[in-house]
C-alpha cells in the first residue's frame, strides 16, 4: 500500500532556532501534499497545500514567512518552522494525494512529528 | 465556521456491540466523505469513504451511511472491539480530492 514517511518522528529545538520536517511519499509520486497542524484534543488544521515546482498555498492566519515549505520533487514535501517559539510546539503531520488514485480513496498521512519548542 | 462537525468528543462502547459515531456538514457541495482512524502520536489511517452518490458503504466490520438531506452521515462498527479504540475522523472533501475538510474527532473507547 502507499507509504509517506515523515521525519523526523520528534524533535526538540531551542527557541529562534529553524527546524526542517520531511515528507516523503516512498511508492507514489504526489504532486499535491498537505500540511497539518494538530493542537491538543483538537483537529487537524489544514495549513497549506504543497504543490511540486510552485508555491504552496497557505490557509488563512498561517505565517507564509514563518512556515516555510518546499516541494522540489514528485516524491518530497518539506517545512520549515523558522525562528521557532513555545506556542509553535505542536504536532505537525504531512498528507500525500497520490497522482494515479487522486484523493478519492483517502490521502496518505505520515506519522507525523512532535515539536517542541524550548 | 467549522464546516464539519462531530459533536460527541468521546463515546465510550462495550466490545461486541455497536459503535455509532456521527457526522454533520454544512457545504452542500461536498462530494465525497471520509473516515479516518487515529492513534495517539500517529498520523491518521483512511478507514471507509462514501461517494455523494451513495447512500451506504460497506467495508467489513465498517459501515458508512449517508443522508444528503440531512447533510448527516455516521460510521458503524459493529461489532466492536478493543483495538477500535482510538480517535476517529470526519472528513468531507471536493470533487477529487483537493481539499478536505477534518471534524474535530470523536474518542471511541471500547472497553473488553
Aim: aromatic residues 12%; proline residues 3%.
Amino acid at each position: 500500500g502507499a507509504v509517506v514517511s515523515q521525519h523526523p518522528s520528534r524533535v526538540i529545538c531551542k527557541s529562534g532556532t529553524s527546524v526542517k520536517i520531511e515528507c516523503r511519499s516512498l511508492d507514489f509520486q504526489a504532486t499535491t501534499m498537505f500540511w497539518y497542524r494538530q493542537f491538543p484534543k483538537q483537529s487537524l488544521m489544514l495549513m497549506a497545500t504543497s504543490n511540486e515546482g510552485s508555491k504552496a498555498t497557505y490557509e488563512q492566519g498561517v505565517e507564509k514567512d514563518k512556515f516555510l515549505i518546499n516541494h522540489a520533487s514528485l516524491t518530497l514535501s518539506t517545512l520549515t518552522v523558522t525562528s521557532a517559539h513555545p506556542e509553535d510546539s505542536s504536532f505537525y503531520i504531512c498528507s500525500a494525494r497520490d497522482n494515479v488514485l487522486g484523493g478519492l480513496y483517502g490521502y496518505t498521512f505520515g506519522s507525523g512529528t512532535r515539536l517542541t519548542v524550548v | 465556521d467549522q464546516q464539519v462537525k462531530q459533536n460527541s468528543p468521546s463515546l465510550s462502547v462495550q466490545e461486541g456491540r455497536i459503535s455509532i459515531l456521527n457526522c454533520d456538514y454544512t457545504n452542500s457541495m461536498f462530494d465525497y466523505f471520509l473516515w479516518y482512524k487515529k492513534y495517539p502520536a500517529e498520523g491518521p489511517t483512511f478507514l471507509i469513504s462514501i461517494s455523494s452518490i451513495k447512500d451506504k458503504n460497506e467495508d467489513g466490520r465498517f459501515t458508512v451511511f449517508l443522508n444528503k438531506s440531512a447533510k448527516h452521515l455516521s460510521l458503524h462498527i459493529v461489532p466492536s472491539q478493543p483495538g477500535d479504540s482510538a480517535v476517529y475522523f470526519c472528513a468531507a472533501s471536493d470533487t477529487g480530492g483537493f481539499k478536505t475538510i477534518f471534524g474535530a474527532g470523536t474518542r471511541l473507547f471500547v472497553k473488553a
